[in-house]
């Protein structure tokens, strides 16, 4: 069961052709639309799913985000990894509820969220002052709390090293994850995950390369396509546009000594 809606939560409003509208709701707040508004006190205190009137005579259902529309809607400073991707990173790093994981950079804290939401426990090193805050903001938001008590972001850099010892995991989203691999190596417990996401095949090479002479095995490098299709009567086919290209996901597992 979702609980109402309170002043503070995130909700999505969504009109008839579909457009959908994220929306901070606030006590004495009002959702502006080209055909007039909807005060927010018509949503608060209502469950999803309840359909609200604009003062122009246009009806709006309104839902919780998921993490998703979430991502793709928040404020942001850096780049954030898109959903097709965030999926798949919870699997190639088998994340768990618990798990100790070291996430760098943070940014704007969209896989923050989508580790936590799994259940992590997250430590994130980042180098911008501002974005911590950013992601700290972000994630608060969307994921509560209680996860935030899982949650703890650093301005620091991590090719100068990790502190934490015994890690589950480590996710990383930076322009150089090879200058990481060492660090890792110290920091994860044997049968630890490490993951990177990287917009280029030359520095997912680069990273192989370093991982193929270190203490890490099982590597894999893959990339997400997602295509999403056209469906209405007649016309089934693949939609006209897609994404393209976001980047590479490379994996690898640090192993003990060789058997
Ligand atoms: N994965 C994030 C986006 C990360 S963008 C998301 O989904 O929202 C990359 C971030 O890495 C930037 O914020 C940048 O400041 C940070 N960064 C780059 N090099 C770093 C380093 N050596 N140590 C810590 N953070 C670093």
């Given amino acids: 069961m979702s ?16 457009r959908r509208y994220l929306v901070t709701l606030s006590d004495e707040g009002q959702f502006h639309t080209h055909a007039g508004y909807v005060p927010h006190a018509d949503v608060i205190g209502q469950s999803e799913g309840v359909t609200v009137t ?23 400073g850096a780049q954030v990894i898109y959903p097709k991707d965030l999926g798949p990173i919870l699997m190639l790093a088998d994340v768990f509820p618990g798990a100790r994981v070291l996430e760098a950079g943070v940014g704007s804290g969209a896989l923050s969220m989508t580790l936590l939401r799994a259940g992590a426990d997250v430590v994130g090193y980042e180098l911008r002052a501002d974005f911590a805050a950013r992601a ?7 994921v509560g709390a209680d996860a935030l008590a899982r949650y703890k972001v650093e301005e620091r850099d991590v090719y100068e090293g990790i502190d934490e010892v015994d890690l589950d995991r480590v996710v990383l989203d930076l322009p150089e994850p090879w200058r990481v691999v060492k660090h890792a190596e110290s920091a994860l417990h044997p049968g630890g995950i490490l993951v990177s996401y990287l917009p280029t095949i030359t520095q997912s090479a680069q990273l192989r390369e370093t991982l193929a002479a270190s203490a890490f095995g099982m590597a894999e490098t893959i990339e997400v396509l997602h295509r999403s299709w056209h469906i209405e009567g007649q016309s089934v086919r693949p939609d006209h546009r897609m994404v393209g290209h976001t980047g590479f996901l490379t994996a690898a597992r640090l192993l003990g000594p060789t058997p």
Avoid: I, Q
């Fill in 3 to 18: 609980a109402p809606f309170g002043a503070g939560d995130r909700a999505l409003f969504f009109d008839r052709k579909g």
């Fill in 54 to 76: 604009a003062t122009g005579g246009a009806r709006y259902l309104v839902v919780r985000p998921t993490l998703s529309e979430f991502v793709l809607k928040m404020p942001r």
């Fill in 136 to 142: 700290a903001e972000n994630v608060g938001a969307f």
